[in-house]
């Protein structure tokens, strides 16, 4: 609200900057005292960073960047693929379709972020029976909301990019194809937040990595060399 106020009074990128910039420290400082009201026990002490500790949150947040860079990654290779060997503005048609894919991806990884807590203190109580049952409740609520997005989407998107975009960069196909490519890893972004909770998603980080390599691999097989066009380049992310 503040950047629209910001632009419609007619500041320039350095204040719309500035005001992000603002907000973000706003934001973690709330957090900081809203964690702190929760846990009165919580403190900030140098003395308390070990090298133990270091490690431990490094080998864990390492696992958790693996999975977000294996993704950013995928996407930002597809873009090159379809830049190098089709052109600038046929980027602009697929960036739009891959855009709406991706803010389902937001939405769900924005779901998924329930779970982490709820899982770790299952895991602290030994409950097993809880985790099979968080995971199963997880996976279908986490089918139940993407699935109509994906239809939503691969029947009328282009309806959206019409209103959006225009009329030249929609490619209902390209949409369809990747929002039916990336229906389970919607629903199931519940299940890899479980695993964060667990301290046990280095397996599945390292399988997205897997993943998106092989999905590269493919872009260059369908664009270039089976002429596959946006379709192709869809395919291999899909």
């Not at 809880?130 to 089918?143: D, M, Q």
Request: net charge positive; charged share 15%.
């Amino acid at each position: 609200g503040v950047m629209i106020a910001a632009l419609l009074a007619g500041a320039g990128l350095e204040w719309v900057a500035l005001t992000y910039l603002l907000s973000e420290l706003a934001m973690g400082v709330l957090n900081w005292a809203a964690a702190k009201r929760l846990c009165p026990e919580l403190h900030f002490r140098a003395r308390l960073v070990t090298r133990a500790a270091l490690w431990e949150v490094l080998g864990f947040g390492g696992k958790t960047v693996l999975q977000s860079l294996s993704r950013m990654g995928l996407y930002q290779t597809s873009g090159l693929i379809v830049t190098y060997f089709l052109g600038p503005a046929w980027l602009a048609v697929y960036s739009r379709q891959r855009a709406l894919t991706q803010f389902v991806y937001k939405m769900m990884s924005i779901y998924g972020n329930v779970f982490t807590p709820e899982a770790s203190a299952l895991e602290a109580a030994g409950d097993r029976e809880g985790l099979r049952a968080l995971v199963v409740k997880s996976s279908r609520f986490g089918f139940a909301i993407a699935l109509p997005f994906v239809v939503t989407f691969s029947l009328g998107g282009g309806a959206v990019l019409r209103l959006w975009m225009g009329e030249d960069y929609q490619s209902q196909t390209v949409l369809a194809i990747l929002m039916l490519g990336h229906l389970m890893t919607f629903a199931q972004r519940g299940t890899f937040n479980i695993l964060i909770g667990m301290n046990r998603h280095g397996a599945s980080s390292v399988g997205e990595r897997a993943s998106s390599a092989g999905s590269i691999v493919l872009g260059v097989l369908f664009v270039p060399v089976l002429k596959g066009g946006l379709v192709g380049a869809a395919l291999a992310v899909g």
